[in-house]
């Protein structure tokens, strides 16, 4: 029997950033408000960047991390906050579809059922420190040196 696997797609990266990957999907809850930010890319025009904390929900589980985001994917959620039948992304997961690569990347914002966090969520995504994470990636000289939550002492 020949399995098909046109469904298989490379999972986003690992870390302490969420990084979706081109042609790839994650579904992750948003905690908190974002923190925005301005940062200009390759000597252009400083644009705003926002940085939350995420719970993305893996087959192999649920990890937190921090996640930046640019006006798009703001303005994408903000249209379902508007929505009187989603309202805040905080009560609902979300699907980021990324299409693309470099200036022709897509992205879209799928919303799930509503649906609580467990306790043990709770703790994983408190762990998070964005400021910290924002102020110590920015600093750090080398990837030893950033922030990370998570490390034990």
């Given at each position: ?60 589980g ?31 997961d ?51 040196d ?5 490390k034990?002492?």
């Amino acid at each position: 029997m020949n399995e098909s696997n046109w469904n298989d797609r490379e999972e986003s990266a690992g870390g302490l950033f969420l990084k979706i990957n081109p042609d790839t999907s994650v579904r992750v809850r948003f905690v908190g408000n974002p923190i925005r930010t301005m940062e200009s890319f390759k000597g252009g025009e400083p644009r705003p960047r926002y940085t939350s904390k995420v719970l993305v929900r893996e087959p192999a589980g649920v990890r937190a991390c921090a996640y930046q985001f640019g006006t798009v994917v703001k303005n994408l959620l903000a249209d379902l906050a508007d929505e009187e039948d989603w309202g805040s992304p905080e009560t609902f997961d979300v699907v980021i579809k990324r299409n693309g690569s470099g200036l022709d990347t897509e992205y879209s914002v799928i919303p799930k059922a509503k649906s609580g966090i467990t306790a043990e969520e709770m703790v994983l995504a408190n762990k998070i420190d964005l400021v910290a994470i924002l102020s110590k990636s920015k600093s750090a000289k080398s990837r030893d040196d950033e922030y990370d939550p998570f490390k034990e002492d």
